[in-house]
């Protein structure tokens, strides 16, 4: 497989690294047109990381329904076959989901004593820090994708005993082909209940790290526009 193939003629690593940086570039030079025009946008992507953070909490509420129903099917005797697995997906669905969401509110450890020098170190960190996080989250979530899609090709299973309706692979694999393919990939399925492709868990590893890569870039050019941090830490009484 190739890592960065090209997308309209255009290698992929100028997508997810060129543009964001020459859109911070840009706004560098021109923030009251960034500001006015990107606004709307900024408000539907604020929305997104509020939603990646209630998936985080949904989650975390199933790990706690699988723990009540081990123990309750101990309780009856009965076997609660891939409750562990299932829990540590939820697990991982939780922390990935969570990511977008605690960086805009200010929830990630951050080490402020140098940002409260003066107003310049401060602006400047911030810019650094954001910029270094953005590339590094960015390669992170393009090979969590490549992961998903090796998993896939390899038909990878899970080695627990957790099992799924055949059709959720078949419906979540919507997500990734073209409209005229939904028809041929859901008369496949049966109902059958088949090992868990590992494809289908890591998605939420995925989507989480797209959500933090996005949200990075998004809070840098905010920064570089407003010449202010839009993470604002929750203060809790």
């Known amino acids: 497989m190739n890592d960065w193939p090209n997308i309209i003629g255009i290698p992929l690593w100028v997508w997810i690294f060129g543009f964001p940086i020459a859109l911070a570039v840009f706004a560098a030079f021109r923030p009251h047109w960034v500001s006015s025009k990107f606004r709307p946008l900024w408000s539907v992507l604020d ?14 509420c199933i790990i706690l329904l699988i723990t009540i129903g081990q123990m309750g ?4 005797g009965i076997t609660f076959e891939g409750s562990t697995e ?6 991982a669905a939780t922390s990935f989901f969570a990511l977008a969401h605690a960086l805009a509110h200010g929830s990630h ?4 004593v140098f940002l409260n020098l003066n107003n310049w170190t401060r602006y400047w960190l911030n810019v650094f820090a954001l910029g270094l996080s953005a590339v590094v989250a960015t ?17 990878d299973r899970t080695q627990g005993q ?3 309706p055949d059709y959720v692979a078949q419906f979540l694999q919507l997500l990734g082909t073209a409209p005229d393919k939904w028809g041929v990939l859901m008369d496949k399925a049966t109902g059958e209940m088949i090992y868990t492709p590992m494809w289908v868990p890591q998605l939420t590893m ?3 790290t ?3 890569a996005i949200c990075l870039w998004d809070h840098l050019i905010r920064l570089v526009a407003t010449k202010t941090s839009q993470i604002r830490q929750e203060v809790l009484e």
């Open 109 to 112: 450890i951050r080490v402020s």
């Open 47 to 60: 929305r997104a990381y509020t939603a990646s953070g209630y998936l985080a909490a949904l989650f975390m």
């Open 162 to 164: 957790d099992q799924i």
């Open 86 to 91: 299932f829990a540590g997906y939820a697990m």
């Open 210 to 212: 797209i959500l933090l």
């Open 73 to 76: 099917s101990r309780w009856i």
């Open 206 to 208: 995925s989507i989480g």
């Open 139 to 155: 390669y992170f979530a393009r090979f969590a994708v490549k992961t998903n899609k090796m998993s896939a090709m390899l038909n």
